[in-house]
């Protein structure tokens, strides 16, 4: 069974712009969640979302922003990209929203803002 | 709130010696705790997880972990370390109860000596 597929893989961008991650979980997954990860604040939780609407979300501002569609792919937006918006965001899926269920990862895709 | 805290950023150890990362957490009541593995330019790869039950739980590539309620710690261990386990660590804490939104300690980078 596939992973978890994030594209692109990397990404360069200037501040300002708006840019647009894309992650495919595995088959029959139906829950997928969005981290950033940075060497400042370590990994953060942005958002997950289970059958098309996002029941959680982190502390993040409005510029970032996610949707999930009817067959599980996710994107997640971000507008008005600031320098500190540059790092790993990382895509997980997983069967279910619970705790129970392992969330797997996919290989991230690296945002640098210039 | 919940937190999670890695004393160590580093840890070196020569391949065969013994390991034990430290993790410690903050959390109300019994929680869902995790310990995940990166290597470079990958994603997470889940280890091991503690839900509930026997507190000393058994994980991948050779790698335990044990729940210490008292000491509100989850240290996770392995008995001879090889040199592909060089990469890093992270604990995560989260609810037991409802969706799951985790919360990730800064991680401890594992070095490798031959």
């Known amino acids: 069974k596939a992973g978890v597929t994030q594209t692109p893989r990397y990404l360069i961008k200037t501040r300002g712009q708006q840019v647009t991650l894309s992650c495919s979980p595995i088959s029959g997954h139906r829950s997928v969640s969005w981290y950033q990860q940075t060497p400042g604040q370590g990994l953060q939780f942005l958002f997950e979302y289970f059958s098309e609407t996002q029941r959680n979300k982190g502390n993040f501002p409005g510029r970032f922003s996610g949707r999930q569609f009817s067959n599980s792919r996710s994107e997640m937006n971000v507008s008005t990209l600031e320098l500190g918006d540059s790092a790993l965001y990382l895509c997980?899926?997983?069967?279910?929203?619970?705790?129970?269920?392992?969330?797997?990862f996919g290989p991230g895709t690296r945002l640098t803002v210039l | 709130a919940q937190s999670v805290t890695q004393p160590d950023i580093h840890i070196t150890v020569s391949e065969g010696a013994s390991l034990e990362l430290r993790c410690n957490y903050s959390?109300?009541?019994?929680?869902?705790l995790f310990w995940y593995v990166q290597s470079p330019g990958q994603g997470l790869q889940l280890l091991l997880k503690y839900f509930s039950g026997d507190t000393l739980v058994q994980g991948i590539k050779g790698f335990e972990a044990e729940f210490k309620r008292s000491q509100s710690s989850f240290n996770l261990r392995k008995p001879s370390v090889h040199w592909s386990d060089a990469a890093e660590y992270f604990c995560?804490?989260?609810?037991?109860?409802?969706?799951?939104?985790?919360?990730f300690g800064r991680g401890t980078s594992l070095i490798v000596h031959p």
């Open positions: 995560a804490v989260g609810p037991s109860g409802g969706s799951y939104i985790p919360t």
């Open positions: 959390y109300g009541a019994t929680p869902y």
């Open positions: 997980a899926s997983s069967l279910g929203q619970g705790a129970a269920d392992t969330q797997y």
